[in-house]
């Protein structure tokens, strides 16, 4: 059995970037799918995040979470109306509070308490294997990074004389010691 998932706590992560149906949010509109549990009826997973990360999990989910999920075949991106998953069905958040994951039904009053009140544990009954799959993908899946950043390069006269003498050193061209 899996180990239950940290749960976690953010306030309005629906208004914190923009409307739900705002398409110049990086990777579009807010948009969600739906995992259903395998094993408990009652256990119903949802993702919230924008429609790019949330076309590219689906994909990763099914294959990954294959065995916990009833809905496998059936699991397509739809756009965020605005009513579910509300912020007090969460039970985690990744990269910045742009992606949530939460469970239907989940009542987390906590969230709306300061913040040294302790989260209203998960329902009985929560398919606690399913979940735990779908936090760990979905963490090991949509990283804080900014990828971009290590793709810029600004390059000098210094660094391009380095370049040419290392590329020179690796191909056995040359040996040119900088004074």
């Known amino acids: 059995m899996a180990a239950t998932p940290v749960l976690t706590r953010r306030r ?11 398409a110049t949010r990086p990777g579009g509109p807010l948009t969600t799918a739906v995992f259903t549990s395998n094993i408990f009826s009652n ?10 990360t949330i076309v590219s999990l689906i994909w990763t989910i099914q294959f990954i979470c ?21 912020p007090f069905e969460a039970v985690q958040y990744y990269r910045a509070s742009s992606v949530v994951l939460a469970l239907d039904g989940y009542n987390n009053t906590a969230a709306l308490s ?3 009140q302790p ?10 294997d399913m ?6 993908t979905v ?3 949509v990283p804080l990074v900014d990828a971009a950043v290590g793709l810029r390069f600004t390059f000098s006269v ?22």
Do not use: E, Q
């Open 43 to 52: 256990t119903t997973i949802w993702l919230l995040s924008d429609n790019s």
């Open 119 to 128: 989260d209203v544990p998960l329902p009985s009954g929560t398919d606690v």
């Open 66 to 86: 294959v065995i916990d999920l009833s809905n496998n075949g059936s699991i397509i991106a739809t756009p965020y109306n605005g009513t579910k998953p509300t």
């Open 12 to 22: 309005n992560i629906l208004t914190k970037y923009g409307k739900p149906d705002n």
């Open 131 to 136: 979940l735990a799959c779908l936090n760990d």
């Open 139 to 141: 963490a090991s899946h």
């Open 158 to 179: 210094a660094r391009m004389s380095g370049l040419v003498w290392v590329v020179g050193v690796l191909i056995g061209g040359f040996w040119v010691p900088f004074v």
């Open 114 to 116: 300061a913040d040294d």
